[in-house]
């Protein structure tokens, strides 16, 4: 359902999407002549997407038409990597599309390559953390969860009803998907996971184990439907009702990257005790995804949000025939959704119908004039302009 325009496809050959990270210390005096080689090694395959670097490491996804790439057997992007001095052994997950799913290239220089907390600096109120977080030194290369592989192992884990499984994405993204028995943070954000995270350790430390022989619940109390409290903690009505101390703590991400980190900061922070173990799914759910084609033998219900014009993708990595995006807040939006009466293409959805003013609504649907207008003519609306041979 989310097919990018037809003018995106590049030389009728298949693309391949490819999700990458890696956590590695990098020389800040290095990073801005390794930022111009990356983008310039992309460029010659005419890549598209976004690549994240800092001191920590690297992260990203790009797409890019398999034949300028080499074909499937001599992959340029992935021998330049695989034999760089910093990122040899960088975690990587492929699939593949018909068309393009970015509409330009761009390698950004950050402070992190993904944002959990938030600095600890109590004079700068913009740059506390949300809620509670500890002073810790976060590095996966030092202290990370065990790897579980996504298949038979992982399963027992989602089934064992003295392990907590716990997903550390967003809420927006656990809506459309998630693992049977997982826990749903509540998040906006993954600033407020932390913050989060301590205190749903506190509920299990205070939990009679032997009132009620179930795993956490979700507390279905909450009416929260906005944003409005993404630099806020988690409201405790949000918060799931512990009725069984855990044995074992498990913890998965989209990509592997934010679950890689949360299991780091739970090890650094010591947020459960050490005789409980912190185990994290290994390469995340889309890893488990490619690992399981048929539905019917998975743990896992719905599709899986990711941050591209796919929208979402279902077993085997296939992309979503469900679900699109909100060309204005960005959330998904089902078949259903677009369906409503509150529904206006690239202006408003059932979650942003309030919170977008006169102005704002204004502009996305000159937007949306614009696109419909070039995708008329064959053309696309959003281009990269540094894109070779445009």
Not at 156 to 181: A, M, Q, S, W
Not at 193 to 211: G, M, Q, S, V
Not at 325 to 341: G, L, V, Y
Not at 358 to 368: A, C, V, Y
Request: glycine share 6%; proline share 5%; charged share 30%.
């Amino acid at each position: 359902m989310s097919t990018p325009a037809t003018s995106n496809k590049l030389n009728g050959s298949r693309h391949i999407v490819l999700a990458l990270y890696k956590f590695v210390k990098i020389p800040s005096e290095e990073i801005p002549s390794l930022k111009a080689q990356i983008e310039e090694k992309l460029r010659l395959v005419k890549a598209r997407g976004t690549i994240l670097l800092a001191e920590e490491g690297i992260n990203g996804t790009i797409c890019y038409a398999e034949n300028e790439a080499g074909g499937p057997s001599h992959d340029l992007v992935k021998d330049y990597l695989n034999n760089h001095e910093y990122f040899m052994g960088i975690r990587t997950r492929t699939s593949y599309t018909d068309t393009a799913i970015f509409h330009r290239l761009k390698v950004k220089i950050k402070k992190e390559i993904v944002t959990i907390g938030g600095e600890i600096d109590e004079t700068d109120e913009s740059k506390k953390p949300i809620g509670y977080m500890s002073k810790c030194e976060i590095d996966p290369n030092k202290m990370k969860g065990t790897y579980v592989k996504p298949g038979k192992e992982w399963d027992d884990l989602c089934d064992d009803p003295d392990v907590v499984v716990i997903d550390t994405r967003n809420k927006y993204e656990i809506e459309i998907g998630t693992f049977e028995n997982a826990i749903n943070p509540n998040t906006d954000n993954f600033r407020q996971f932390p913050d989060w995270l301590h205190r749903f350790a506190d509920k299990c430390k205070e939990a009679n184990e032997e009132e009620v022989p179930d795993r956490c619940v979700l507390n279905t109390k909450s009416t929260t439907e906005d944003n409005a409290r993404n630099n806020n903690p988690v409201p405790e009505e949000d918060m799931p009702i512990v009725r069984k101390k855990p044995k074992a703590i498990a913890m998965y991400c989209t990509g592997g990257i934010r679950c890689e980190k949360s299991t780091s900061y739970t090890l650094a922070a010591e947020v459960f005790p050490k005789d409980i173990p912190v185990y994290h799914l290994e390469g995340g759910v889309l890893a488990y995804l490619d690992a399981h084609p048929d539905e019917k033998k998975s743990k896992w219900k719905g599709e899986c949000f990711v941050f591209d014009q796919r929208v979402a993708v279902t077993h085997g990595l296939k992309p979503s025939e469900k679900y699109n995006a909100c060309h204005a807040c960005r959330r998904p939006i089902s078949t259903e959704d677009m369906q409503r009466d509150d529904y206006v293409k690239g202006v408003s959805c059932r979650y942003c119908k309030d919170s977008a003013n006169d102005k704002s609504k204004q502009r996305f649907e000159m937007r949306q004039k614009q696109m419909d207008l070039a995708q008329s003519k064959g053309s696309r609306h959003i281009h990269d302009p540094k894109e070779l041979n445009e």
